[in-house]
């Protein structure tokens, strides 16, 4: 059971239908009709029916409602106080970003960033898409470095189109072509990411309608580079990931081509630090700036 499951059942309760929770969570009646569905059915019972007087309780979701609502609340009062605990520290950015991204683009932006407001004090969060989008919801972070299109109620802005490309070892019978079909991969030892993790990958396989034929799975991004130079496989990668680590590997474009969109997410702009608006404005010009793929 989720939160936005349990946010979804008491606002539709609290508003008097669900079309107005919808309006309330900013998303659509289909949307909070399903997560309402997916929390009855992990529960086992309905919690609520619709009548003319718009949605009720039924009996077992009365005795659950104040526990539910408790917890909602209990949310609130976390987010609240992330903020308040944000503005006590003016001078702190926490940014969230994904490996890639913070091996091969933070270093220099907050340096660079550093030079012109040395009072700045940084934070940095490091996890999969999940966790940084989960981070921003919860106020963990004030900026983040997410993919598009993102599930969650943040505001975005689109930074580079990252080409998903496929690695080989330098002397693979593949590394002659021009570019690889996706089936490929379906034949080829594959090297992967844990498959809660492997986003990018598992979407292009999703697309192409293959299974890949994994044969070793890593954590890490760059552990499965290393693999693929020491002939144990092939894999997909981000395109960010390689850069200044394609030279012992084949690189190749994938067909059909495919891509990822890296965004920076700003969850609470209209409550932001003047600082962290400053930083997120500099990361927008450093990336015009500085990536040959920027949006």
């Known amino acids: 059971m989720t939160l936005k499951e349990y946010q979804a059942f008491i606002l539709s ?14 998303s659509t009646q289909s949307a909070v009709t399903r997560l309402i569905l997916n929390l009855e059915e992990e529960l086992g019972f309905s919690v609520m029916k619709r009548s003319k007087a718009g949605t009720i309780l039924t009996e077992e979701g009365s005795r659950l409602y104040q526990t539910v609502k408790d917890i909602v609340d209990g949310d609130k009062k976390v987010k609240s106080l992330a903020l308040k605990i944000r503005g006590e520290n003016t001078n702190r950015v926490t940014i969230g970003a994904f490996s890639s991204v913070a091996v091969n683009w933070l270093p220099s932006i907050m340096s660079k960033f550093k030079n012109a407001h040395p009072e700045v004090e940084f934070g940095l969060i490091n996890g999969n898409y999940d966790d940084i989008s989960k981070a921003l919801e919860d106020g963990i972070c ?34 002659k072509l021009s570019e690889i079909s996706v089936e490929e991969f379906s034949k080829e ?25 994994i044969a070793y799975r890593t954590n890490d991004d760059y552990a499965m580079i290393s693999m693929v130079e020491n002939n144990l496989g092939i894999c997909l990668a981000p395109e960010l990931i390689l850069k200044g680590r394609s030279d012992k590997v084949k690189v190749l474009e994938t067909n059909p081509p495919s891509f990822r969109t890296i965004a920076l997410a700003v969850p609470y702009e209209k409550t932001a630090t003047p600082l962290t608006i400053q930083f997120a404005e500099y990361v927008l010009k450093w990336v015009k700036e500085n990536c040959d793929n920027s949006i």
């Open 189 to 213: 030892p594959v090297i992967s990411l844990p498959e809660e993790t492997d986003f990018d990958s598992r979407t292009v396989f999703k697309r192409a309608g293959i299974i890949p034929k």
């Open 142 to 175: 004030d900026v983040g470095f997410i993919t598009l299109p993102s599930h969650s109620n943040l505001k975005c802005y689109p930074l580079v189109k990252d080409r998903i490309l496929a690695v080989l070892p330098k002397n693979h019978h593949l590394s």
């Open 13 to 26: 309760i609290e508003k008097g239908s669900i079309s107005k929770a919808a309006e309330e969570l900013e």
